[in-house]
């Protein structure tokens, strides 16, 4: 279905649009940005591409918004829970193809549209909105809030995918009595920043990395000219350049798709030596794109063939019209504030993350990614920091065949196996 058709149909974002007297014209704007959509007017969630046994569901008053979340093994009380954090431009749709087996496991499986995302309301879904409630201790809250909503005191496993990822990392070392575990995938978790330590009595300061904006300039120095994906996704233009893509929505969704998972026989991911330019002008094109390109024109020319397309069986073309009709109504830019906020290098998130410097995620781990995403190492020495001192009880590191970024949704089997047995090694252990 196409943004166009959508539109003919009235499946509008509504907005409150009022503005208390005395605020400046930004806060009015951002105002009316606030994501307010009457989801009971809405198609069915997922387009009936939802496997029976998994419910629709929207839980109110969860960090001042109405998450809308999927679950399963929702018919008996007194389950432990499950919490599944899905990544970017991805939904809770994510995780259709592992809930089923996890309920039949045992637990309570809780996949929400996470802030920013689908069919959860009450963020803002302007550009200029206020980019506070995106930071990574209010996804955290946002976490806790719907595990108590939903009558949880704490879950056996939280479970993190790309952008999901560090939302999960962070609330097992932040809240390990109520996260008592964590799966983090495609991902690695590096750790808090650190606080210089000991320079009052002479010891050296630590160099700092060079910040995405650094990178930035010494890529766009490379011929051809090159720049860091992250750094895009915080312009104000790049929810245009995706929603309105010349091939259409849906074509963009098939090609983003095609082009990070493992039916791209150019994924050949390894680990790099620093974080040059040099170096991370080795990763394909949707990481570091061309200077003049946006990522619709980026992924345009990795559009799967018809027959391609056909032998999909892990994303069909109405699992893709899915998420092109929630984007489509959407829009991208709530799913895209998190680049501005909760990565690289913004003093306000590295100011929060401080507080936290030192600890480390004690409760046990597990990582999982395929072995043709480059989501694992386009950050050098992110495995190894998360190794050997960001989780001190890593129990698992997996890289799946058969799996490029999507690795839920290429390789269900396997990763349903690998969550299953994590979490009866874990309760057997206790």
Known sequence: MTAANLSRRGFLVTASAAAMGGMTLARGLARAGQVRTNTASLPPYGNSTIPAGIRSRAVANVNGMTVHMLEAGYET????????????????????????PLASAGYHVIAPDQRGYGRTTGWDDSYDADPDPFRILNMVRDAIGLVYALGHRSVAMVVG???????????????????????????PFEGP??????????????????????LDAELAKLNPPRKYYQNY???RGANDNMLHAPQGLHAFFRAYYHYKSADWKGNKPHPLKARTAAEMAQIPTYYVMERDKGMAET???????????????????????????????????????????????????????????????????????????????QTPGAVD???????????????????????????????????????RSERSSR
């Open 233 to 235: 996704q915080r312009t």
């Open 193 to 214: 920043p650190a606080v210089p330590f000991d320079t009052a009595n002479g010891a050296a300061a630590p160099r700092p990395a060079p910040t995405d904006d650094e």
């Open 77 to 100: 009380s007194g389950r432990p829970a499950v919490l599944l954090l899905h990544g970017f431009p991805e939904l809770a749709y994510s995780w259709r193809k592992v809930m089923l």
């Open 161 to 187: 995918h790309d952008a999901g990822a560090p939302v999960a990392s962070w609330a097992a070392l932040i809240r390990p009595d109520i996260f008592r575990s964590v799966t983090i995938m495609s991902s």
């Open 385 to 423: 920091r998360m190794r050997t001192s960001a989780c001190t009880r890593m129990v698992g590191f997996h890289l799946l065949d058969g799996a490029g970024h999507w690795v839920q949704q290429e390789q269900p089997e396997q990763v349903s196996r690998l969550l299953m047995e994590f979490l």
């Open 299 to 377: 992924v345009a020319p990795f559009m799967p063939s018809a027959a391609e397309i056909a032998a999909c069986k892990w994303l069909t073309d109405a699992e893709v019209d899915v998420y092109a009709s929630e984007y489509a109504r959407t829009q991208l830019t709530g799913a895209l504030q998190g680049y501005r906020v909760r990565r690289g290098s913004d003093p306000k998130s590295l100011a929060e993350m401080r507080t936290f410097s030192g600890r480390s995620i004690d409760v046990p781990s597990m990582f999982v990614g395929g072995k043709s995403d480059w989501g694992t190492d």
